[in-house]
T-cell receptor
Framework: QQQVKQSPQSLIVQKGGIPIINCAYE??????FPWYQQFPGKGPALLIA?????SEKKEGRFTISFNKSAKQFSLHIMDSQPGDSATYFC??????????????FGTGTRLTVIP | EPEVTQTPSHQVTQMGQEVILRCVPI?????FYWYRQILGQKVEFLVS????????KSEIFDDQFSVERPDGSNFTLKIRSTKLEDSAMYFC???????????FGNGTRLTVT
């Protein structure tokens, strides 16, 4: 059972563009939704996270939009830069029952930002 | 900035052999995790460990797998009898608390031949 579905699989944007990566989840018990960034040869690194009591969270150029009724959340990267080229993973967990960090990951989106 | 360190970076083993993957979590962290990523696929949760015992494990973490914190710094994942399908990148991670941000190591690529 695929708990978290992520799209697109890959994305190419020009520098300054706003890539949007989408995720959908099935389990209504999920209550913690982080995004991770992974560069080649490195482990995933936490970028930004949201809990379902808010519909949007911004940290720098990164914004999560969250739609609880649709069970969807998305990552927007404002003013994207070539250094943002990486693989992005959404994830979800049931923080209350199993802990925030027992995560179900999406399949990843490979983002390329062209200079 | 403190890091989670994993050794070795690449391990090649024959099917049926035992392997031990090693991790040194960040020193003041209390929660430890193993995840794996089969090439080109999503990252999958294996097990979480707190207070010297397993707190959660996934269906993947069967009797062939075990974890241990043999001393105050290391956290290990043992695969008793490796199978071809165990070939993957194995990530160790740690967090200060169960709800604190997760910090991943750079992974150990396990190749089973």
């Amino acid at each position: 059972q695929q708990q978290v579905k992520q799209s697109p699989q890959s994305l190419i944007v020009q520098k300054g563009g706003i890539p949007i990566i989408n995720c959908a989840y099935e389990n209504t018990a999920f209550d913690y939704f982080p995004w991770y960034q992974q560069f080649p040869g490195k482990g995933p690194a936490l970028l930004i996270a949201i809990r379902p009591d808010v519909s949007e969270k911004k940290e720098g150029r990164f914004t999560i939009s969250f739609n609880k009724s649709a069970k969807q959340f998305s990552l927007h990267i404002m003013d994207s830069q070539p250094g943002d080229s990486a693989t992005y993973f959404c994830a979800a967990s049931n923080e209350v029952r199993t802990g925030a960090n027992n995560l179900f990951f999406g399949t990843g989106t490979r983002l390329t930002v062209i200079p | 900035e403190p890091e989670v360190t994993q050794t070795p970076s690449h391990q090649v083993t024959q099917m049926g052999q035992e392997v031990i993957l090693r991790c040194v979590p960040i020193s003041n962290h209390l929660y430890f995790y193993w995840y794996r990523q089969i090439l080109g696929q999503k990252v999958e949760f294996l097990v979480s460990f707190y207070n010297n015992e397993i707190s959660e494990k996934s269906e993947i973490f069967d009797d062939q797998f075990s974890v241990e914190r043999p001393d105050g710094s290391n956290f290990t994942l043992k695969i008793r009898s490796t199978k071809l399908e165990d070939s993957a990148m194995y990530f160790c991670a740690s967090s200060r608390q169960g709800y604190s941000p997760l910090h991943f190591g750079n992974g150990t690529r396990l190749t089973v031949t």
